[in-house]
Antibody
Framework: QVQLVQSGAEVKKPGASVKVSCKASGYTFTGHYIHWVRQATGQGLEWMGW????????NYAQKFQGRVTMTTDTSSSTAYMELSRLTSDDTAVYYC???????????????WGQGTLVTVSS | DIQMTQSPSSLSASVGDRVTITCRASQIISTYLNWYQQKPGKAPKLLIY???SLQSGVPSRFSGSGSGTDFTLTISSLQPEDFATYYCQQSYSTSITFGQGTRLEIK
């Protein structure tokens, strides 16, 4: 079955960087973009950006421009999201999700990874 | 960016009730609208895609409608497992956005 499995929880100090992985299985990895979405405790879903797993092209939310880097390793069907210059406001659960494209260019996110908690604390 | 506004932000209902959640886009998005359900401690789960298509495996008591800027998610008869938070999401723009969520609670 189609599945995205993310890396485990991380604790980082302010100013550090974190790199979260998302390993795909059950489908052709390069056939679907991967999106990254985060959610602070008790808050809503915040989109961070996507990566075209075939070309490596990216589109980042303006809020994260200059601080986020999304990459892939097609040999292992794994996507990565690295966020630098962390502050306490970056404490959140980070999700990856596969983009599915249907008729015309209609698209949606399915499935989602299980989430990775990143805690930023001194 | 396209802004997505859900209403209500929270809702109390009873098992068996019919519930409707509304999502409004700040510009026309055709049917580029998806709905997700999220339970505490879990990842979001796709319910409805392209405004009205039911994702495989999702119970038929869930339905979606709308086009343009106004959309609705309806649960025809609430079940205990439906108490969760629901998010709409637009995929019209290459930069996607989510509504703020609607928390559905047991009355």
């Amino acid at each position: 079955q189609v599945q995205l499995v993310q890396s485990g929880a991380e604790v980082k100090k302010p100013g550090a960087s974190v790199k979260v992985s998302c390993k795909a299985s059950g489908y052709t990895f390069t056939g679907h973009y991967i999106h990254w979405v985060r959610q602070a405790t008790g808050q809503g879903l915040e989109w961070m950006g996507w990566i075209n797993t075939n070309s490596g092209g990216t589109n980042y939310a303006q809020k994260f421009q200059g601080r986020v880097t999304m990459t892939t390793d097609t040999s292992s069907s794994t996507a990565y999201m690295e966020l630098s210059r962390l502050t306490s406001d970056d404490t959140a659960v980070y999700y990856c999700a596969r983009r599915v494209v249907g008729a015309i260019t209609l698209n949606w996110l399915d499935p989602w990874g299980q989430g990775t908690l990143v805690t930023v604390s001194s | 960016d396209i802004q997505m506004t859900q209403s209500p932000s929270s809702l109390s209902a009873s098992v068996g009730d019919r519930v409707t959640i509304t999502c409004r886009a700040s510009q026309i998005i055709s049917t580029y609208l998806n709905w997700y359900q999220q339970k505490p401690g879990k990842a979001p789960k796709l319910l409805i895609y392209a405004a009205s298509s039911l994702q495989s495996g999702v119970p038929s008591r869930f339905s979606g409608s709308g086009s343009g800027t106004d959309f609705t998610l309806t649960i025809s008869s609430l079940q205990p497992e439906d108490f969760a938070t629901y998010y709409c999401q637009q995929s019209y723009s290459t930069s996607i956005t989510f509504g703020q969520g609607t928390r559905l609670e047991i009355k």
